[in-house]
């Protein structure tokens, strides 16, 4: 049979293709996609379900199981990593987290393991087949080809927005089940315009200005009306500081790309996480003046397809993937960035494969000269870095990818990793450089690991420093405001009394 044959035996509607989900299946809906009609149909179903398991990542959906009248049909429980949209969620215990490095989701991990499920449906969402029957991921890669490998039932929902990239970023209509052709809303500009006025008026003219700069399709801006009760920020501002990287750049922002900068020489190979400081950075000129520059990273931060097309990242001294920007995924940075994904699209500068791979410290450290960027929230003065949860036992983030990095960065030959966060976090309430962490905080890497921490204020080098000097370095680091007190702590803890 051809595959064109195999694809349209296998298309069918949303309704039918959700119907193989089973109460007591785990139903997984892998990280970086905006699904348009799937949710909505197994949603459907919340009568008929029970105990259905969802497992998934960060997504721009608000899915209607975060809802309470939905929870003895679904469970969700979020892999890895969770994003602004399903933390009230969890605040509220109404959800599971799963923390699993993205390196080892399924490297030596089967269903033999003790505690190991395989899923029973994946939900994927791909571009339509090409002239050789296979579709494309589309902006992001993570763990879909794996998932695809190992259900029971794959269910793709296709896209026509979705581009095509080199490396592994594809799937043959053999290794799908059932395709559900979607296709995006396109509301009436009196039904767009009432969603846009539904948004309080500050925040409006920011989206709208967004809107404009970056030529966001109708559809998208339509999906806002299912994220705007969910959000526990304003839309306006997720956009600026973590899907786009558009907005004004921090001032502190400023302060860390020069310290961060003075870091990184020509033809280091290089690895920026997405967030909230790390994405302004690149505005900021954390690469200014750098040549010859290689690229490897997770997930990409805005403008780095553009710093590939003017040549400042080449790759020219890579181990491997010499010349090519490797990543899992540009979702969400370029996801809404039209000049990027143009530029993406179809282009050998560029390869995406499983995080199974980027993140695998083996490739990592197989670079030289390889340097980690990477978020955090709290920094104590032993070295204890925490990115995922803020007092309170409150999960924010997750570890992600974090501990693939520092571990890949600190092997590689000449290799460095590190830390950036502001000084100051709560409109400069409190340090982020503390004395311990509290009860409750996860810490996400080891003092063992840690390297270099970068504020607005400075470098801490602490590897290979004593427990004392590593308390003067970081307390030089830190806010005016707070040092005084720090000095207090460090002197109560780790001298003589």
């Not at 497992?55 to 003895?72: D, H, I, M, N, R």
């Not at 991990?109 to 939900?123: A, K, L, M």
């Not at 010499?322 to 990027?340: D, H, I, M, N, Y």
């Not at 590190?418 to 340090?431: D, K, L, N, R, Y």
Request: glycine share 8%; aromatic share 10%.
């Amino acid at each position: 049979m051809d595959w064109k044959t195999e694809y349209k035996g296998k298309l069918v509607s949303a309704e039918e293709a959700v119907k193989v989900v089973k109460s007591g299946d785990r139903v997984v809906i892998p990280l970086s996609q905006t699904l348009q009609v799937l949710h909505e149909a197994l949603a459907a179903r919340k009568d008929e379900l029970r105990g259905v398991e969802i497992l998934q990542g960060v997504t721009g959906v608000a899915y209607p199981w975060y809802q309470p009248e939905y929870e003895e049909a679904f469970t969700a429980n979020f892999g890895q990593f969770i994003g602004p949209m399903p933390r009230q969620v969890l605040w509220e215990r109404r959800a599971d987290f799963t923390a699993t490095p993205y390196a080892i989701e399924f490297k030596d991990i089967d269903e033999r393991r003790p505690g190991c499920i395989d899923p029973d449906v994946v939900f994927v969402v791909v571009s339509p087949p090409n002239e050789n029957g296979f579709c494309s991921f589309g902006e992001a890669m993570w763990e879909k080809k794996e998932y695809v490998k190992r259900a029971k039932k794959v269910i793709a929902e296709v896209s026509e927005h979705l581009i095509r990239t080199y490396g592994d970023n594809f799937v043959h209509v053999s290794e799908i089940d059932c395709f559900v052709e979607a296709t995006p809303y396109n509301p009436t500009p009196e039904e767009l315009e009432q969603v846009i006025n539904s948004i309080p008026a500050e925040s409006r003219e920011r989206m709208e200005a967004l809107f404009d700069e970056f030529k966001v399709p109708a559809h998208v801006i339509w999906a806002t009306r299912d994220i705007l009760s969910i959000l526990t920020t304003t839309l306006a501002d997720l956009m600026e500081r973590t899907v786009y990287g558009a907005g004004p750049v921090p001032e502190h922002c400023y302060g860390i790309a020069h310290y961060v900068n003075q870091l990184i020489n020509d033809g280091d190979c290089i690895q920026i996480g997405t967030g909230n400081t790390s994405n302004p950075l690149v505005r900021a000129g954390v690469f200014e003046g750098k040549q010859d520059l290689g690229f490897h990273t997770e997930v990409s931060p805005p403008l780095i397809p553009m710093l590939v097309k003017e040549g400042i990242f080449t790759g020219k001294y890579k181990n491997i993937h010499q010349g090519k920007a490797v990543a899992t995924s540009f979702w969400p940075s370029s996801s809404l960035r039209q000049e990027e994904l143009d530029f993406i699209n179809e282009n050998p500068l560029f390869e995406l494969y499983g995080s199974h791979y980027t993140n695998n410290v083996r490739v990592i450290s197989a670079h030289d000269n390889f340097v980690s960027i990477q978020n955090a929230l709290f920094v104590d003065m032993t070295g204890q870095i925490g990115v995922e949860t803020i007092p309170g036992f409150l999960l924010y983030n997750g570890p992600g990818g974090q501990m693939d990095w520092v571990i890949g960065a600190l092997n590689s030959k000449g290799g460095r990793s590190i830390t950036v966060m502001p000084s100051t976090a709560v409109g400069g309430g409190t340090s982020r450089i503390v004395p311990l962490m509290e009860e409750g905080v996860m810490v996400t890497v080891p003092r063992t690991y840690a390297d270099f921490i970068v504020t607005e204020y400075g470098i801490a080098s602490l590897m290979g420093k004593s427990q004392r000097r590593r308390a003067e370095e970081l307390i030089a680091i830190a806010h005016p405001d707070f040092r005084a007190e720090l000095r207090k702590e460090a002197q109560r803890l780790f001298w003589p009394s």
